[in-house]
């Protein structure tokens, strides 16, 4: 079984936390690398850092690994997720959301801060 890095909403919870990663059915296994980072699409800029020590502080209490362990997962993911959005075609309808998604995950200022 994998490392479980975010703090997932529980399976028909109807009052999560609004950082909890998942939906009403839970979070899918293999997933959770997506919706950790749909979430940070629709967070406002002064939200990331809390949002992100949300997470940083569940994986320290499961004693997964270590700080350096999670930044360099959350690091990993962002970066391969603003790949995928460079590799999008520029003039699809879709193109100002990819812009919109890269410069937030370019401007997570506790991912760069921790660097």
Same mark, same amino acid.
Do not use: C
């Given at each position: 079984?994998?490392?479980?890095?975010? &703090?997932? %909403? @529980?399976?028909?919870?109807?009052?999560?936390? +609004?950082?909890?990663?998942?939906? *009403?059915?839970? !979070? $899918? %296994?293999?997933?959770?690398?997506?919706?950790?980072?749909? @979430?940070?699409?629709?967070?406002?800029?002064?939200?990331?850092?809390?949002?992100?020590?949300?997470?940083?502080?569940?994986?320290?209490?499961? &004693?997964?690994?270590?700080?350096?362990?999670?930044?360099?997962?959350?690091?990993? *993911?962002?970066? $391969?997720? *603003?790949?995928?959005?460079? %590799? &999008? @075609?520029?003039?699809?309808?879709?193109? +100002?959301?990819?812009?919109?998604? *890269?410069?937030? !995950?370019? %401007?997570?200022?506790?991912?760069?801060?921790?660097?």
């Amino acid at each position: 079984m994998g490392l479980n890095y975010f &703090k997932s %909403r @529980k399976r028909f919870g109807f009052s999560p936390h +609004p950082f909890d990663v998942g939906n *009403i059915l839970g !979070l $899918k %296994r293999g997933y959770g690398n997506n919706h950790f980072l749909l @979430k940070i699409y629709g967070l406002e800029k002064a939200d990331f850092e809390t949002y992100y020590t949300y997470h940083l502080d569940y994986f320290l209490s499961t &004693k997964q690994g270590s700080a350096k362990d999670f930044l360099a997962h959350v690091w990993y *993911i962002v970066q $391969k997720q *603003i790949e995928h959005f460079e %590799r &999008k @075609k520029p003039f699809s309808s879709e193109h +100002p959301r990819h812009v919109s998604n *890269i410069e937030k !995950l370019t %401007r997570v200022p506790v991912v760069h801060r921790h660097a």
